[in-house]
């Protein structure tokens, strides 16, 4: 998946997961504070924040150690994320759910991502990250989540998960109202329930072309000794209520204040 027409997104959601669904542009004071150092902390040379200034092959993006300098190219692959409905999450779409199994493996959705326009291909593009906990089944209790996945809405990176906790991703092969069976990449399908109140994602493959100033972004690849990050890879969302953090862009998750206007998007 190139820069050609991404929420990561994931992301979702994680990928799905920056914050990933609405939220005004004018949080970019809460982003020094949502984000990471530049080159350090939870995610590495991951640069997570709102941009500030876009140019050509490069942007400005206002980390929480300051303006750091991002570039990258036709190789970049580029996600981008908003808010979804349950309607897109048709037969042969890639998901990714988030939530509670019970003893009959059937998982209740916490956070639900629908994932568009990812030519057939349920697997984010390299550097993603992302992961599955496995078809219904959970981490070990006390274990957080690993690169690329994302904590339960509200919890902090790092914080345990429920002994129950299940992550599903897949391809969707039947809906039946809020009932869907997923399909992983490998192992016995999957039934998942997403109840009203569900928070849901959309994550679809887009292009640097996206990029705006007041987008929020997360962005990794190779930093040079002056601070500059070539990125390999841009998840790009809209602000949420708590500015621009990392979010669940590409695992169902979402760090945005739900219910606000998606980003534009191209599907």
């Known amino acids: ?3 050609s027409i991404i929420v990561v997104g994931v992301a979702a ?3 799905a997961g920056c914050g990933s669904i609405g939220g005004s542009a004018g949080a970019s004071s809460n982003a020094a504070s949502a984000s990471p150092s530049p ?3 939870a995610f590495g040379n991951a640069v997570v924040g709102q941009v500030a200034q876009v140019a050509s092959n490069k942007m400005t993006v ?8 991002v570039t990258y190219g036709s190789s970049t692959s580029v996600l981008q994320s908003g808010t979804g409905t349950l309607s897109e999450a048709v037969p042969g779409t890639c998901v990714v759910a988030t939530g509670t199994t019970d003893a009959s493996g059937v998982v209740t959705a916490r956070t639900f ?3 568009l326009n990812m030519n057939g291909n349920c697997a984010l593009p390299a550097g993603f990250g992302g992961g599955q906990a496995g078809a219904g089944r959970s981490p070990a209790p006390g274990r957080s989540p690993g690169p690329g996945r994302s904590p339960r809405p509200g919890q902090s990176p790092g914080a345990a998960l429920p002994a129950n906790f299940a992550m599903v991703r897949g391809k969707l092969t039947s809906v039946s109202g809020t009932t869907l069976t997923v399909q992983p990449e490998t192992g016995a399908p999957v039934t998942v329930v997403v109840p009203s109140g569900t928070q849901v994602t959309r994550l679809v493959t887009s292009s640097t072309a996206r990029l705006a100033v007041g987008e929020c972004v997360t962005a990794t690849g190779q930093r040079d000794s002056s601070g500059t990050v070539k990125a390999s890879t841009i998840l790009i969302s809209a602000p949420g209520a708590n500015g621009c953090t990392r979010g669940g862009g590409f695992g169902g998750g979402g760090g945005g204040r739900p219910g606000g206007s998606p980003p534009a998007q191209s599907d």
Do not use: C, E, I
């Open 62 to 69: 206002d980390d929480q150690g300051g303006s750091v300098t």
């Open 113 to 115: 991502q629908v994932q």
């Open 13 to 15: 959601a994680v990928l």
């Open 39 to 41: 080159g350090r902390g």
């Open 1 to 3: 998946m190139k820069a």
